[in-house]
C-alpha cells in the first residue's frame, strides 16, 4: 500500500483513521501518528465538504455502497491547502458480512480539474479583454429569445481608430486600447448584463 501512488485510507465506523499509506502522508503532510485515530471529518475535511462526505460516509455504513462507490471532494492539508479527490469507496466487513468501516483509495485531480476550469472558461471568453465570446453571445441570444424576456435591448460599439493605432503604434498598443474600452464598457454595465466582444 505505501509503494502505490494512489492515497489509500481507512476508517472504522465512527469515522477514525485507521490507515493511510505513504501516498496520502506525502499529499496530507501529516505523519500517522497525527492521524491515525483521528476523525477524518474533523481532521481533513474543509468546512464545506463535511456534510456531503459525512453523507456518503453513512449511506455506505448502512449498505448503500454502490450509489456512492465514486465521489469527488476537496481534502484539507495539514499547510491549509485544498486538493480535490476523486474516491473510489468500498465497504469494509468482518467474517459475517456486517460493515466494519471504509476503505477507499484517490487520485489527486486538483490540477486536472483547474486545467478543466481553466478552458471552460477560455471557451467563453475571449482571450485579450476577459469579456464573454461570440460563442456565449450567440448562446445567450437563443436561451434569451422568449416572450418572458422581452423587453430586451442590446448596444453595439466599435472602437473608433484601432485600425490607426495597430498600423501606426503596433498590435500592442491596440490591444491596451481594447482593454480599456472593455473595462469601461464593463463598469458602465449591471452585474446580469452581458458584455461580449
Same mark, same amino acid.
Given at each position: *500500500?505505501?509503494?502505490?501512488a494512489?492515497?489509500?485510507?481507512s476508517?472504522d465506523?465512527?469515522g477514525?483513521?485507521?490507515?493511510l499509506?505513504?501516498?496520502? $502522508?506525502?499529499?496530507l503532510?501529516?505523519?500517522?501518528?497525527e492521524?491515525?485515530?483521528?476523525?477524518w471529518?474533523e481532521?481533513?475535511?474543509?468546512?464545506?465538504a463535511?456534510?456531503?462526505?459525512?453523507?456518503v460516509?453513512?449511506?455506505i455504513m448502512?449498505?448503500?455502497?454502490e450509489s456512492v462507490?465514486n465521489?469527488e471532494?476537496a481534502v484539507?492539508?495539514?499547510?491549509?491547502?485544498l486538493?480535490?479527490?476523486?474516491? $473510489?469507496?468500498?465497504?469494509?466487513?468482518?467474517?459475517?458480512?456486517?460493515?466494519t468501516?471504509?476503505?477507499?483509495?484517490?487520485?489527486?485531480?486538483?490540477?486536472?480539474?483547474?486545467?478543466?476550469?481553466e478552458i471552460?472558461?477560455?471557451?467563453? $471568453?475571449?482571450?485579450?479583454?476577459?469579456l464573454?465570446?461570440?460563442?456565449f453571445?450567440?448562446?445567450e441570444l437563443?436561451?434569451l429569445d422568449?416572450?418572458?424576456?422581452?423587453p430586451e435591448?442590446?448596444?453595439?460599439?466599435?472602437?473608433?481608430?484601432?485600425?490607426y493605432?495597430n498600423?501606426?503604434?503596433?498590435h500592442?498598443?491596440?490591444?491596451?486600447? *481594447?482593454?480599456a474600452?472593455?473595462?469601461?464598457?464593463?463598469?458602465s454595465?449591471?452585474?446580469e448584463?452581458?458584455?461580449?466582444?
Amino acid at each position: *500500500l505505501d509503494i502505490a501512488a494512489e492515497i489509500i485510507f481507512s476508517l472504522d465506523k465512527a469515522g477514525n483513521i485507521t490507515l493511510l499509506n505513504g501516498s496520502g $502522508h506525502k499529499l496530507l503532510g501529516y505523519n500517522n501518528n497525527e492521524l491515525i485515530g483521528k476523525n477524518w471529518f474533523e481532521t481533513c475535511l474543509p468546512d464545506e465538504a463535511k456534510v456531503d462526505v459525512y453523507g456518503v460516509f453513512k449511506k455506505i455504513m448502512n449498505g448503500d455502497v454502490e450509489s456512492v462507490k465514486n465521489y469527488e471532494n476537496a481534502v484539507k492539508t495539514k499547510g491549509g491547502e485544498l486538493r480535490t479527490i476523486f474516491w $473510489h469507496n468500498t465497504a469494509l466487513m468482518d467474517s459475517s458480512g456486517n460493515i466494519t468501516g471504509l476503505m477507499s483509495s484517490g487520485e489527486d485531480i486538483t490540477e486536472r480539474k483547474k486545467t478543466e476550469v481553466e478552458i471552460l472558461y477560455l471557451s467563453y $471568453h475571449d482571450k485579450l479583454t476577459g469579456l464573454y465570446n461570440r460563442r456565449f453571445f450567440e448562446e445567450e441570444l437563443k436561451r434569451l429569445d422568449t416572450i418572458r424576456q422581452l423587453p430586451e435591448s442590446i448596444i453595439m460599439a466599435d472602437v473608433d481608430g484601432l485600425k490607426y493605432v495597430n498600423d501606426s503604434y503596433g498590435h500592442e498598443k491596440g490591444d491596451r486600447l *481594447l482593454i480599456a474600452a472593455s473595462e469601461i464598457i464593463k463598469k458602465s454595465c449591471r452585474k446580469e448584463d452581458i458584455v461580449a466582444r
